[in-house]
């Protein structure tokens, strides 16, 4: 079943973890809520918003959620419908966390009492504050990799895949911002809306989460400039081990340009080459040049110019 209900005392946390025609009718029957929001959780990867009406709050919230699989971080939609005596949570896939949170809330007696002792504002308040904590391992774990990245590039490991794990670093990064921006602006207009369920002593908690977000954006710009900062370097590094390569190979074909010059003259079917019939003299101009390529070279790799 789609649908879980917790209850205490005046209050209801109903959470529905699947978007089916079950929870459609459920949610028609017994709240008139505005079609638009009913259709705003049919749909996937809603604006996240904050819709007021005269007697519930509807919230969109994203939170930043680890896939394995691909190592990517994406969005999950967490829809709330915010009332009197009521706070319902909506997700069109099912949220590990969120689901986490519900059971706990439902079977630890202490967690229900602290969550649901005041008013369904308040109990929005732990989830939001759960939800956003919970992504911070998500978040230790990119500061981990890239950390270890960094030591790799500085200790002069060579890995070619440096580059292609920059990327991925730098789209997770990139990524977490683009989800935790919006919800930073939307968390704060929630501690400037007033209602009976969300009344001026919630503001301190709202901005709690507000200032919380704020440091996991701050984290989120220093692990992108270590991140760009590490891309510039890598390129830095590729770029001079191309350029020895490259002067390597240079050196090596300059070095053999006059012998090859030399034994394509001499090995032309004219006569009158100088020594051309003198094969000890012929062989000593070739050791001679080539006594002076090395000794070219050898200077050349004394002065690092190779």
């Known amino acids: 079943m789609a649908i879980k209900v917790i209850t205490q005392q005046n209050l209801t946390w109903i959470n529905i973890d699947r978007i089916d025609e079950e929870a459609l009718t459920y949610l028609k029957k017994n709240h008139n809520f505005h079609h638009l929001d009913i259709e705003d959780i049919q749909s996937e990867s809603q604006t996240p918003k904050v819709d007021a009406y005269k007697n519930y709050l509807f919230v969109v919230l994203q939170v930043p959620h680890w896939q394995g699989n691909t190592k990517t971080i994406v969005p999950l939609e967490v829809d709330c419908f915010i009332g009197e005596n009521y706070l319902?949570?909506?997700?069109?896939?099912?949220?590990?966390?969120?689901?986490?949170?519900?059971?706990?809330?439902?079977?630890?007696?202490?967690?229900?009492?602290?969550?649901?002792?005041?008013?369904?504002?308040?109990?929005f308040y732990h989830v939001l504050e759960a939800l956003f904590h919970n992504s911070r391992s998500t978040l230790n774990n990119i500061g981990?990799?890239?950390?270890k990245m960094e030591t790799n590039v500085f200790s002069g490991e060579r890995n070619p895949h440096i580059v292609q794990e920059l990327a991925v670093h730098r789209r997770n990064v990139l990524s977490f911002r683009r989800i935790?921006?919006?919800?930073?602006?939307?968390?704060?207009?929630?501690?400037?809306?007033?209602?009976?369920?969300?009344?001026?002593?919630?503001?301190?908690?709202?901005?709690?989460?507000?200032?919380?977000?704020?440091?996991?954006?701050?984290?989120?710009?220093?692990?992108?400039?270590?991140?760009?900062?590490?891309?510039?370097?890598v390129e830095s590094l590729i770029t001079q081990r191309t350029n020895k390569v490259v002067g390597t190979l240079t050196a090596i074909s300059v070095g053999l340009l006059p012998l090859t010059l030399l034994s394509g003259i001499y090995?032309?079917?004219?006569?009158?080459?100088?020594?051309?019939?003198?094969?000890?003299?012929?062989w000593g101009m070739f050791a001679i040049l080539a006594i002076v390529i090395l000794l070219a070279l050898f200077t050349m790799r004394r002065n690092k110019w190779l």
């Open 144 to 147: 981990k990799q890239i950390s």
């Open 180 to 233: 935790i921006d919006p919800q930073r602006y939307v968390i704060a207009n929630l501690s400037h809306t007033r209602k009976p369920f969300l009344n001026d002593d919630l503001n301190v908690y709202f901005d709690n989460v507000v200032d919380y977000l704020n440091k996991i954006w701050v984290i989120l710009d220093t692990y992108r400039d270590t991140v760009d900062g590490l891309h510039v370097t």
């Open 267 to 282: 090995g032309m079917n004219i006569d009158n080459l100088p020594f051309a019939h003198n094969p000890l003299l012929v």
């Open 88 to 123: 319902i949570t909506v997700q069109n896939t099912k949220v590990k966390e969120m689901k986490n949170f519900f059971y706990k809330c439902m079977k630890n007696r202490q967690t229900k009492r602290e969550w649901m002792s005041g008013t369904s504002g308040f109990l």
